[in-house]
């Protein structure tokens, strides 16, 4: 079955009611909290990184290519495990908790803030200055963006960055 992902775009997400983040991901226009958004293996690598660091029950572990998780019933009532493969861009659909969009009424430091800056003008032809300190993850926000979705002349995809 093929999905259309026209109406997608990269968008900021954040696990609900942590200060973790901002995650550039791949989601439809509409979409609700428990649908998986896509990440690259860069940040799906630092989203394992940030739930290692609490101690909600859900674990994962990376084998190659594939990301492994596992829960306990501790976190769910039931416990299980799921792995996730890459698509064929290399994004990893990753939900499991319910996601929120990653906005300025949450609390944030200036590095989270200038990094969603460049996530949300990743199509800008020219960078936004920003003072020193701030200017790599503003830069590392915008090619994370722009890794999330394919070139038009590689394959049919969203193109827009939904500022939040």
């Not at 290692?52 to 084998?63: E, F, I, K, M, V």
């Not at 609390?107 to 701030?134: H, I, K, N, S």
Request: glycine share 8%; with cysteine; hydrophobic share 35%.
């Amino acid at each position: 079955m093929t999905c259309d992902r026209s109406d997608w775009s990269v968008q900021l997400f954040t696990p609900d009611a942590t200060a973790y983040g901002p995650y550039a991901g791949l989601a439809p226009a509409r979409w609700n909290p428990y649908d998986a958004p896509l990440f690259t293996r860069a940040t799906a690598e630092q989203i394992v990184h940030d739930l290692h660091r609490d101690t909600c029950g859900l674990t994962a572990a990376w084998d190659g290519d594939r990301l492994h998780f596992d829960w306990t019933a501790d976190y769910d009532g039931t416990g299980g495990s799921e792995t996730v493969n890459p698509d064929q861009h290399g994004r990893y659909a990753i939900g499991r908790w319910p996601w929120q969009d990653w906005d300025e009424d949450i609390a944030q430091t200036v590095g989270q803030a200038a990094y969603a800056r460049g996530v949300a003008e990743a199509r800008l032809p020219e960078p936004t200055p920003m003072p020193d300190g701030l200017a790599e993850l503003y830069a590392d926000g915008r090619a994370e963006a722009l890794r999330l979705t394919p070139s038009p002349a590689r394959s049919p995809g969203p193109a827009a960055v939904n500022a939040t």
